[in-house]
């Protein structure tokens, strides 16, 4: 698979404080990448450095295989962007203003513009002034100008900030429909897990500058599913019973004894009489639920309350 973007070991202090703190990210090409965090976690700091806007204090940044580098700036030509909230020219028109971008980076056609804001939905306020847009407008007129070139990667930083729950579900429609039927790379932010749990295929959790876990969307589904959970004397003996008697294949082993079936939820007590006929002496089975919100809170610990 192409990689598009790859961070080693990306580091940005500012002072004795450091906002990124080593980081290792792996966006590959088709990922919706959703990039998790508190505030203050080092998201928009990430970002920041990943679209050349601040240097980092160490570390290296991979953009379409190539490292970045002053004379590769030109790699930016196939990223667009939205970083913090997009400024506009209050008294330029939406047209106005995404002609001026047009001009900065060197597109020829003017098409682009009507294009760009069909596809971000305010096509209807084309021609009027930016400073009479809601929030909603502004963040769409945002994602307009980071399409504008056409690009295969966007870096979007919380673009939903502020947004009511219509024009939430209405960019996150947007941004699957960019990815599905564009093919458009996307690394995007947010500090609500379930904002990032219904678009990314891929989820990095940053907090306190560090990356504390990159995992697949199926990974993380699997960490909000009912399951029943068996204690057992020997782990061995009662997955390849479990296996061999019930066919089942979807469960992992969560700790030594503990074993997570995601599978024949409803047979819980025939799976007990099983196990225990077959000489594996079960402590105990429960039906429990893994939820996301809980694991989220349990890596990042008590700061979630700060
Ligand atoms: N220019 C700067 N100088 C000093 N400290 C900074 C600077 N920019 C960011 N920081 C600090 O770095 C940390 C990370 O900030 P950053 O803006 O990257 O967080 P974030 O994850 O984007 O948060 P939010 O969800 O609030 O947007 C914060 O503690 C912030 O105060
Ligand atoms: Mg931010």
Known sequence: ??????????????????????????????????????NGAGKTTTMRMIMGLIKPTTGNIELFGE????????????????????GFYENLTAVENLDIHRKLMGVPDKNCIEQSLEVAGILDAANRKT?????????????????????????????????????IKEIRQLILDLSRKRHITVLI??????????LATKVGIIHKGKLLEEIDSEALKKKNRHYIELK??????????????????DYIISEPGVIKIYERLTETSNINRMLIQNNVEVKEISLLRDSLEDYFIKLVGSDINE
């Open 1 to 38: 698979m192409e990689c598009i973007l790859k961070t080693y070991n990306l580091t940005k202090q500012y002072k004795e404080h450091k906002a990124v703190d080593d980081v290792n990210i792996t966006i590959e090409k088709g990922d919706i990448y959703g990039f998790l965090g508190l």
């Open 67 to 86: 490292k970045l580098s002053e004379d590769k700036k030109h790699y930016f030509a196939r990223v667009g962007s939205i970083i913090e909230f997009p």
């Open 131 to 167: 400073k009479e847009f809601s929030l909603g407008m502004k963040q769409r007129l945002g994602i307009a100008r980071a399409l504008l070139h056409n690009p295969e990667f966007l870096v979007l930083d919380e673009p939903t900030n502020g947004l009511d729950p219509v024009g």
């Open 189 to 198: 932010s947010s500090h609500i897990l379930s904002e990032i749990q219904q």
């Open 232 to 249: 057992v004397n020997n782990d061995r003996d009662a997955v390849f019973m479990l296996e061999q008697k019930f066919n089942i294949s």
